[in-house]
């Protein structure tokens, strides 16, 4: 198993650009969640889906889409980025469709620059 | 403990020696907690979970201690080793949704 997979690693937008971060898993797992990681502070949950075809907010969801067509990819997606958004961005999933964190399994990141 | 602004805390310790990290938790709802350890460049990476019916787990090396009056957390790393060194945060859960809150973290950092 591939784990958790997310694309690209490094991504540099200019303001008002828009972008896709793929995030992948090959566990069959039914929950997934996007997180934002910034210098000083915790990971903040942006969307997550306890499944294909079910989405929800987080804590920080404006600025940022997402869709969950399929149990393995959970795309994100910056509709017109802005230098706010600059940040490490984490993909998560477990099998359980409430979080288990002992079950967990957190992608490697993308690190995103918004000039 | 947890921080506020830019700045990680950080623990420096001797290699060997016992390393003791502190978390400070807002929610008097949160019933599960968890601790992370985040390498350089990786994602979290899952330590020990506590339930909050417990105030004490033990697992290999970590011990988590929970103390619900103060709504304090702390991870006891047992001869601490140089790939013990990375940031280490908790995390708060409340069973009723997907709510889980993280710290900011502190860094630790083994001397040889």
């Known amino acids: 198993n591939a784990g958790v997979t997310q694309t690209p690693k490094f991504q540099v937008l200019k303001t008002g650009q828009s972008m896709t971060l793929q995030c992948a898993q090959d566990?069959?797992?039914?929950?997934m969640s996007w997180y934002r990681q910034d210098p000083g502070m915790g990971l903040r949950l942006i969307h997550y889906?306890?499944?294909?075809?079910?989405?929800d907010q987080g804590e920080v969801p404006n600025g940022y889409n997402v869709s969950r067509s399929t149990t393995e990819d959970f795309p994100l997606r910056l509709l017109s980025a802005a230098p706010s958004q600059t940040s490490v961005y984490f993909c998560?999933?477990?099998?359980?469709?409430?979080?288990?964190?002992?079950?967990?399994?957190f992608g490697p990141g993308t690190r995103l620059t918004v000039l | 403990g947890e921080s506020v602004g830019l700045h990680l805390p950080t623990l420096s310790v001797q290699e060997g020696d016992n390393s003791i990290i502190n978390c400070a938790y807002s929610?008097?709802?949160?019933?599960?907690f968890i601790w992370y350890k985040q390498e350089s460049g990786k994602g979290p990476q899952f330590i020990i979970d506590?339930?909050?019916?417990?105030d004490k787990r033990q697992g290999q090396r970590v011990t988590v201690l929970l103390n619900k009056t103060v709504k304090h957390l702390s991870l006891q790393i047992a001869a601490t080793q140089p790939g013990d060194s990375a940031v280490y945060f908790c995390?708060?859960?409340?069973?009723?949704?997907?709510?889980?809150?993280f710290g900011a973290g502190t860094r630790l950092t083994v001397k040889p």
């Open positions: 566990m069959n797992h039914e929950y």
């Open positions: 995390a708060e859960n409340n069973f009723r949704g997907n709510d889980m809150r």
């Open positions: 929610n008097s709802a949160s019933d599960y």
């Open positions: 889906s306890v499944g294909a075809g079910i989405t």
């Open positions: 998560a999933s477990s099998y359980s469709t409430r979080p288990s964190p002992n079950e967990q399994f």
């Open positions: 506590i339930r909050s019916n417990m």
